[in-house]
């Protein structure tokens, strides 16, 4: 059975400074990884996906890996803002096109 | 596309009534998800449907819960009765096999 774990669960660091947030998965059969980003009492919002046939994607300030052999994937902010302050979730889709997640991060970025 | 819809958007009852949650889904997808997200448990998969089909409802937590696709472009999540544990969010999402997923904005759902 996929479980997904996201390690730490809660970071604050000051502005200005580049964050790796971490996501590992037990099964290495699975079909792509999703980075979402959650505001508090808003819905989840799709930042990147990184099918597994990719190593990682990028979308601006951000930047996605993906190591199947490890099962791990994480996420790179590059120049961290106060606007980056939300929690972020990883989710693996495995073998029975479900979306398994992990807990978060809830990061906070100090002005 | 304006994305997944879901409503209401806020919904408060009291203890037993019946609640319908609606979700339309993005034009083309083919999965669609329910979710319930509580500060307790986090993120909870309650069902899925593949082409209308559920496919797995293990998530749903009893009887009281149901869900219903009749067609590709609106689901159902009904529960009868209500009763304040099902206090949460609940999400809709869907998607195709091999892209992303997308998120509806959710529906706040307070029982009292």
């Known amino acids: 059975k996929q479980e997904v774990t996201q390690i730490p669960a809660a970071l604050s660091v000051p502005e200005g400074e580049n964050l790796v947030l971490n996501c590992s998965f037990t099964?290495?059969?699975?079909?792509?990884l999703q980075w979402f980003r959650q505001d508090p009492g808003k819905g989840l919002t799709s930042l990147l996906l990184?099918?597994?046939s990719q190593r990682e994607q990028t979308s601006g300030r951000l930047n996605a890996s993906l190591d199947k052999s490890s099962g791990r994937s994480t996420l790179y902010i590059a120049a961290s803002q106060p606007g980056d302050s939300a929690t972020y979730l990883c989710?693996?889709?495995?073998?029975?096109?479900?979306?398994?997640w992990g807990a978060g991060t809830k990061l906070i970025i100090k002005p | 596309d304006a994305g997944v819809i879901q409503s209401p958007r806020h919904e408060v009852t009291e203890m037993g009534q019946e609640v319908t949650l609606r979700c339309k889904p993005i034009?083309?997808?083919?999965?669609l998800f329910w979710y319930r997200q509580t500060m307790m448990r986090g993120l909870e998969l309650l069902i899925y449907?593949?082409?209308?089909?559920?496919?797995?409802d293990s998530g749903m937590p009893e009887d009281r819960f149901s869900a219903k696709m009749p067609n590709a472009s609106f689901s159902t999540l009904k529960i009868q009765p209500s009763e304040p544990r099902d206090s949460a969010v609940y999400f809709c999402?869907?998607?195709?096999?091999?892209?992303?997923?997308?998120f509806g904005q959710g529906t706040r759902l307070t029982v009292v």
């Open positions: 989710a693996a889709r495995d073998s029975n096109y479900q979306l398994i």
């Open positions: 999402a869907s998607s195709l096999v091999n892209t992303e997923a997308f």
């Open positions: 034009s083309g997808h083919d999965y």
């Open positions: 990184i099918q597994s």
């Open positions: 099964d290495s059969a699975i079909y792509n």
């Open positions: 449907f593949n082409n209308n089909v559920p496919i797995d």
